[in-house]
């Protein structure tokens, strides 16, 4: 089903903010397997690439981040870091249309894709050794010649499929549009996380050619841009084949981040809604969090799941096995560049009020407010984050594998190398910081409270929509 | 299309820089397209206008199974991949929604539920909790054609996996108490289910494609009105005939070796006796002709999913190569003709795809788009004559190659973790296959001819025979497809069926 994940779009994609480089740490005994050795430099350009070999088996993974994401988007243009990257898969000077991903297919690529998320976007494709030579000319060509292929026509069609993408997404899918409400809460504008990476469709059909034309010139520069390069492959020959493609890329120099204002909750914000898709009704409540990496994150990581991974997490035990009161639960701390989002999900079982939900909700809050969770929880944590975090060293590209983990710390904290520290981050959290978390960041006066709710069963049938 | 295909370089073709843009805007670029120039400094980018050669090809690795039996007929199946201190440890079952009883569908999805809601000495918050300290939770699927319960754990956990696991086989509590709240679990998941325009497509799907009584004709979660008349003993006694040494595998994958797992499967396994044999392949459905467009009313929805399909073919089928390459043409790849149609082309879906699913019995054929909902008909139009297009405009040899060298180059790829190595081998003992099957799979994949290639494509996606399924806008759909000449449109609505209320108090 590859065709179908093409080009998708990873709302909840790992943010990508450079802060200082830190040092790489040397791995704790027993976690030596989770070292990734690599090689990073930077060429005259700009363009930075990160090295890493990896023989299990004859296929490399070419990975390129542009530090470009949904926050670079202009007011009145929410979707267009999302809807341009569908534009890099149409073709460049010496790349004939849509012939991109085809092309990869029939060498036998796979893990092909491009993603975009708040902070940064990222294209890869993971390919058969003889092939990597293939994969960075593609990659060369969009990255210097993108605009020469550009037509009206082109972003004319991908407009229409990524209004697809939203309508699969957001208006037909379970809570879609719910949910957009609560995030429009969360980040209201012009903050730049408002259109929640799909952007609105009034935004999406005002996008013009220019707009491509300026978001390239400002941000697809090689300086805006790492290369990583994943695999089984020639380091020499490699290095001299990145100088022929990329080497004499014309640039500029890095683009400085826009500065933007955190937003705050100065209250509870409870939204009611008619929920048309789904069946349940769902209570969402979600709060403002610290950004990825700092103080706090990871403290959020595991209350996360000590209330809600697992039957035996505190949420999942009292509202779907004790109380039988939910059929589902699903916390996570959101990390992102700017601000997290720390998200609270339960389905009520049919005919239980969200209000009922809420109820119960607080009570289990207000208990850790009190009382913090206990060490045990902590530490079943931690053991989950090394076993899923090791797990993710196993493929060398696609969603999460050694390239991107090496590109999300490279990005975030300018060291490839960071899992030690990253990991080493949730040794520092106690009962009483999760407390202390719960109690002056999870407030029940600073919240969004979301409650989609389907009408009574055999609804009237509603009229068809306006088309556009 | 055609356009699209002669632009699908490869790699070698000299030729294809005449399809190219000119290199750099000088005029004497354009004078001489057949041969590209030698580079000078003044067209220094030159090179960029040709695709670069491929390298030496590297021998295709494949991944290999081993295989021991102990003494009580488990069947023990191990691929082992040292570099990380990883492994996966899963219990297969060959039996599955398939051997659901006429009448209480659901029942090996609720069966399978209930092993993890307490066994041994540990209740549903106890077991959890100690697979918790592992790391883990456990990872669990139902197919028509088997089950499996697994985990992926660092190597040093999989001596304690395995006890757990053993507890969940060997032990498994079935307490009233417990079965009754999962049973209300699993129907208030069918009332979220009923409610996604795709899960309501599948059901719809799946008793058009293969009849409501056949094996594969309900969804593994059964509906609310089968679910709601499962008792205990009918758990107790679905898992006493099914579930036995004889009729299981159990599944080692990673930093593990075929003795270490013989040792852990006779220490974990080697006393669990029970009677279960294998159960039988479903019989092949008829492939009638179509009669009827079925329609799932969802008035006001933004998109209209549509599905299109018929039985395809059994694991093992010798039109399975082909028929895997004729379907990567149709639309198995992106850059599929449905795909680069409906998508690229029309902008009428975010994706269009088509897919063969060979089970232990003649499994299903699907094509499958979410398109826009004003484009419905349109888009059928457009999907249909994509599927009369595989005989009006014959697959060429450009787009066989290049289906051909994809899937093949693309195995190793696909076998990078070893959960992926895991769910691989209890496809193999599921679908009863070899274990050098997927050497076979490659050899199948080099040698499928053209002809053969075209004949399946003909025989199995013949526009008379594939069901068509929509969910969306009753009057929409009314308008845009009733003049298709496709069927007699009939609305049909899972969501309503008898017993459904049930499920709402």
Same mark, same amino acid.
């Given at each position: 089903?590859?065709?179908?994940?093409?080009?998708?779009?990873?709302?909840?994609?790992?943010?990508?903010?450079? #802060?200082?480089?830190?040092?790489?740490?040397?791995?704790?005994?027993?976690?030596?397997?989770?070292?990734?050795?690599?090689?990073?430099?930077?060429?005259?350009?700009?363009?930075?690439?990160?090295?890493?070999?990896?023989?299990?088996?004859?296929?490399?993974?070419?990975?390129?981040?542009?530090?470009?994401?949904?926050?670079?988007?202009?007011?009145?243009?929410?979707?267009?870091?999302? #809807?341009?990257?569908?534009?890099?898969?149409?073709?460049?000077?010496?790349?004939?249309?849509? =012939?991109?991903?085809?092309?990869?297919?029939?060498?036998?690529?796979?893990?092909?894709?491009?993603?975009?998320?708040?902070?940064?976007?990222?294209?890869?494709?993971?390919?058969?050794?003889?092939?990597?030579?293939?994969?960075?000319?593609?990659?060369?060509?969009?990255?210097?010649?993108?605009?020469?292929?550009?037509?009206?026509?082109?972003?004319?069609?991908?407009?229409?499929?990524?209004?697809?993408?939203?309508?699969?997404?957001?208006?037909?899918?379970?809570?879609?549009?719910?949910?957009?409400?609560?995030?429009?809460?969360?980040?209201?504008?012009?903050?730049?996380?408002?259109?929640?990476?799909?952007?609105?469709?009034?935004?999406?059909?005002?996008?013009?050619?220019?707009?491509?034309?300026?978001?390239?010139?400002?941000?697809?520069?090689?300086?805006?841009?790492?290369?990583?390069?994943?695999?089984?492959?020639?380091?020499?020959?490699?290095?001299?084949?990145?100088?022929?493609?990329?080497?004499? #890329?014309?640039?500029?120099?890095?683009?400085?981040?826009?500065?933007?204002?955190?937003?705050?909750?100065?209250?509870?914000?409870?939204?009611?809604?008619?929920?048309?898709?789904?069946?349940?009704?769902?209570?969402?409540?979600?709060?403002?969090?610290?950004?990825?990496?700092?103080?706090?994150?990871?403290?959020?990581?595991?209350?996360?799941?000590?209330?809600?991974?697992?039957?035996?997490?505190?949420?999942?035990?009292?509202?779907?096995?004790?109380?039988?009161?939910?059929?589902?639960?699903? =916390?996570?701390?959101?990390?992102?560049?700017?601000?997290?989002?720390?998200?609270?999900?339960?389905?009520?079982?049919?005919? =239980?009020?969200?209000?009922?939900?809420?109820?119960?909700?607080?009570?289990?809050?207000?208990?850790?407010?009190?009382?913090?969770?206990?060490?045990?929880?902590?530490?079943?944590?931690?053991?989950?984050?090394?076993?899923?975090?090791?797990?993710?060293?196993?493929?060398?590209?696609?969603?999460?594998?050694?390239?991107?983990?090496?590109?999300?710390?490279?990005?975030?904290?300018?060291?490839?190398?960071? =899992?030690?520290?990253?990991?080493?981050?949730?040794?520092?959290?106690?009962?009483?910081?999760?407390?202390?978390?719960?109690?002056?960041? #999870?407030?029940?006066?600073?919240?969004?409270?979301?409650?989609?709710?389907?009408?009574?069963?055999?609804?009237?049938?509603?009229?068809?929509?306006?088309?556009? | 299309?055609?356009?699209? !295909?002669?632009?699908?370089?490869?790699?070698?073709?000299?030729?294809?820089?005449?399809?190219?843009?000119?290199?750099?805007?000088?005029?004497?670029?354009?004078?001489?397209?057949?041969?590209?120039?030698?580079?000078?400094?003044?067209?220094?980018?030159?090179?960029?206008?040709?695709?670069?050669?491929?390298?030496?090809?590297?021998?295709? $690795?494949?991944?290999?199974?081993?295989?021991?039996?102990?003494?009580?007929?488990?069947?023990?199946?191990?691929?082992?991949?040292?570099?990380?201190?990883?492994?996966?440890?899963?219990?297969?079952?060959?039996?599955?929604?398939?051997?659901? +009883?006429?009448?209480?569908?659901?029942?090996?999805?609720?069966?399978?539920?209930?092993?993890?809601?307490?066994?041994?000495?540990?209740?549903?918050?106890?077991?959890? %909790?100690?697979?918790?300290?592992?790391?883990?939770?456990?990872?669990?699927?139902?197919?028509?054609?088997?089950?499996?319960?697994?985990?992926?754990?660092?190597?040093?956990?999989?001596?304690?996996?395995?006890?757990? @696991?053993?507890?969940?086989?060997?032990?498994?509590?079935?307490?009233?108490?417990?079965?009754?709240?999962?049973?209300?679990?699993?129907?208030?998941?069918?009332?979220?289910?009923?409610?996604?325009?795709?899960?309501?497509?599948?059901?719809?799907?799946?008793?058009?494609?293969?009849?409501?009584?056949?094996?594969?004709?309900?969804?593994?979660?059964?509906?609310?009105?089968?679910?709601?008349?499962?008792?205990?003993?009918?758990?107790?006694?679905?898992?006493?005939?099914?579930?036995?040494?004889?009729?299981?595998?159990?599944?080692?994958?990673?930093?593990?070796?075929?003795?270490?797992?013989?040792?852990?499967?006779?220490?974990?396994?080697?006393?669990?006796?029970?009677?279960?044999?294998?159960?039988?392949?479903?019989?092949?459905?008829?492939?009638?002709?179509?009669?009827?467009?079925?329609?799932?009313?969802?008035?006001?929805?933004?998109?209209?999913?549509?599905?299109?399909?018929?039985?395809? !073919?059994?694991?093992? %089928?010798?039109?399975?190569?082909?028929?895997?390459?004729?379907?990567?043409?149709?639309?198995?790849?992106?850059?599929?003709? @449905? %795909?680069?149609?409906?998508?690229?082309?029309?902008?009428?879906?975010?994706?269009?795809?088509? /897919?063969?699913?060979?089970?232990?019995?003649?499994? +299903?054929?699907?094509?499958?788009?979410?398109?826009?909902?004003?484009?419905?008909?349109?888009?059928?139009?457009?999907?249909?004559?994509?599927?009369?297009?595989?005989?009006?405009?014959?697959?060429?040899?450009?787009? *066989?190659?290049?289906?051909?060298?994809?899937?093949?180059?693309?195995?190793?790829?696909?076998?990078?973790?070893?959960?992926?190595?895991?769910?691989?081998?209890?496809?193999?003992?599921?679908?009863?296959?070899?274990?050098?099957?997927?050497?076979?799979?490659?050899?199948? @994949?080099?040698?499928?001819?053209?002809?053969? $290639?075209?004949?399946?494509?003909?025989?199995?996606?013949?526009?008379?025979?594939?069901? !068509?399924?929509?969910?969306?806008? +009753? @009057?929409? !759909?009314?308008?845009?497809? /009733?003049?298709?000449?496709?069927?007699? *449109?009939?609305?049909?609505?899972?969501?309503?069926?008898?017993?459904?209320?049930?499920?709402?108090?």
């Amino acid at each position: 089903m590859k065709a179908l994940v093409a080009a998708a779009l990873v709302v909840f994609g790992l943010p990508a903010l450079a #802060l200082s480089a830190q040092e790489a740490k040397p791995l704790e005994p027993g976690r030596e397997a989770l070292a990734i050795p690599y090689e990073k430099y930077t060429l005259p350009n700009g363009l930075e690439v990160i090295l890493s070999v990896d023989r299990k088996l004859p296929v490399v993974s070419v990975n390129v981040w542009y530090h470009v994401g949904a926050y670079h988007e202009q007011p009145g243009r929410t979707g267009f870091a999302h #809807l341009f990257e569908h534009m890099m898969f149409q073709g460049s000077r010496n790349v004939a249309d849509d =012939v991109h991903i085809p092309m990869l297919e029939q060498l036998g690529a796979t893990d092909i894709n491009g993603t975009t998320s708040f902070d940064r976007t990222n294209y890869f494709e993971t390919v058969p050794t003889h092939h990597l030579e293939t994969a960075l000319w593609l990659e060369s060509d969009r990255m210097g010649f993108l605009l020469d292929a550009l037509t009206p026509e082109k972003l004319a069609t991908q407009r229409e499929v990524v209004k697809n993408e939203r309508r699969q997404g957001t208006e037909t899918a379970p809570y879609g549009l719910a949910r957009e409400a609560a995030w429009h809460a969360l980040f209201p504008l012009p903050h730049p996380y408002h259109g929640a990476v799909i952007g609105s469709m009034k935004d999406l059909d005002a996008a013009t050619p220019e707009d491509v034309k300026s978001f390239f010139l400002q941000w697809y520069a090689p300086s805006n841009a790492t290369l990583a390069v994943v695999g089984d492959f020639d380091v020499a020959k490699t290095k001299a084949l990145i100088e022929k493609y990329f080497g004499s #890329l014309p640039s500029h120099p890095k683009p400085t981040r826009p500065e933007v204002a955190s937003v705050k909750l100065s209250k509870p914000v409870v939204i009611r809604q008619e929920e048309r898709v789904a069946t349940l009704p769902l209570l969402s409540i979600q709060w403002l969090t610290p950004g990825y990496f700092q103080e706090g994150d990871a403290t959020a990581d595991v209350l996360a799941t000590a209330l809600g991974t697992g039957k035996a997490s505190r949420l999942y035990r009292r509202l779907v096995l004790d109380k039988q009161l939910a059929q589902s639960v699903n =916390v996570t701390q959101q990390s992102e560049g700017a601000q997290s989002v720390f998200t609270l999900d339960v389905v009520a079982r049919p005919g =239980v009020s969200t209000d009922a939900l809420l109820k119960e909700v607080d009570a289990v809050l207000e208990d850790i407010r009190r009382n913090g969770i206990t060490s045990e929880e902590i530490q079943r944590a931690r053991t989950r984050y090394d076993t899923r975090t090791l797990a993710g060293l196993q493929s060398i590209g696609g969603f999460g594998g050694k390239a991107d983990v090496l590109q999300n710390y490279n990005h975030f904290v300018g060291e490839p190398s960071y =899992v030690a520290q990253d990991l080493a981050r949730y040794e520092t959290v106690t009962p009483e910081s999760v407390k202390l978390f719960a109690r002056d960041t #999870l407030r029940p006066d600073a919240r969004v409270i979301l409650h989609a709710v389907p009408p009574a069963r055999k609804q009237a049938p509603v009229e068809p929509k306006e088309r556009h | 299309m055609r356009r699209l !295909i002669t632009a699908l370089v490869t790699v070698s073709l000299a030729g294809c820089a005449s399809q190219q843009k000119p290199a750099t805007p000088e005029p004497q670029d354009t004078s001489a397209p057949q041969a590209p120039k030698p580079a000078t400094p003044a067209d220094a980018e030159a090179f960029r206008a040709t695709p670069p050669p491929p390298g030496k090809p590297p021998e295709l $690795v494949l991944p290999t199974f081993q295989k021991a039996t102990l003494d009580n007929g488990l069947t023990v199946l191990v691929s082992t991949r040292r570099e990380l201190p990883l492994v996966f440890a899963g219990l297969t079952f060959a039996a599955g929604s398939a051997q659901d +009883p006429v009448g209480k569908n659901g029942l090996a999805d609720l069966t399978y539920r209930m092993l993890l809601e307490g066994a041994g000495t540990r209740d549903t918050v106890a077991l959890d %909790n100690a697979f918790a300290d592992l790391g883990v939770s456990p990872f669990q699927e139902v197919t028509p054609d088997g089950a499996q319960v697994g985990v992926r754990v660092l190597t040093r956990n999989v001596d304690a996996a395995l006890a757990l @696991l053993a507890d969940v086989t060997l032990r498994p509590t079935f307490a009233p108490k417990a079965f009754e709240r999962r049973k209300k679990q699993q129907l208030a998941d069918l009332v979220r289910r009923l409610g996604q325009p795709t899960a309501l497509g599948q059901i719809v799907f799946l008793s058009s494609v293969f009849g409501n009584t056949h094996p594969y004709g309900h969804p593994s979660q059964g509906m609310p009105d089968s679910v709601q008349a499962l008792t205990l003993e009918d758990v107790q006694g679905f898992y006493k005939k099914h579930a036995g040494p004889a009729a299981a595998a159990l599944v080692l994958t990673g930093d593990i070796t075929l003795d270490e797992a013989v040792a852990f499967a006779k220490q974990h396994f080697g006393a669990w006796k029970a009677p279960a044999s294998l159960p039988p392949a479903p019989p092949a459905p008829p492939t009638p002709a179509r009669q009827t467009v079925y329609v799932v009313p969802k008035p006001g929805l933004d998109q209209t999913v549509m599905m299109l399909g018929r039985p395809g !073919i059994a694991a093992g %089928n010798p039109d399975e190569y082909s028929l895997d390459l004729a379907t990567t043409v149709f639309g198995g790849f992106f850059g599929s003709r @449905l %795909n680069m149609n409906l998508r690229e082309a029309k902008g009428y879906s975010y994706g269009a795809g088509a /897919s063969m699913d060979p089970r232990l019995g003649v499994g +299903p054929l699907t094509a499958y788009a979410s398109v826009r909902a004003d484009a419905t008909g349109p888009a059928l139009t457009e999907a249909m004559g994509e599927v009369s297009g595989l005989k009006s405009r014959p697959i060429t040899e450009k787009e *066989l190659a290049a289906a051909r060298e994809g899937l093949i180059r693309s195995f190793p790829g696909a076998f990078e973790s070893v959960e992926g190595l895991g769910s691989s081998a209890s496809q193999l003992y599921r679908k009863r296959r070899p274990l050098d099957e997927f050497n076979r799979t490659v050899e199948g @994949l080099r040698t499928a001819t053209a002809a053969d $290639v075209q004949r399946v494509a003909e025989k199995y996606l013949d526009p008379a025979t594939l069901q !068509i399924i929509l969910v969306g806008d +009753p @009057l929409l !759909i009314q308008e845009q497809v /009733s003049g298709l000449n496709l069927g007699k *449109l009939m609305a049909v609505e899972p969501d309503t069926q008898p017993g459904s209320a049930s499920a709402h108090p």
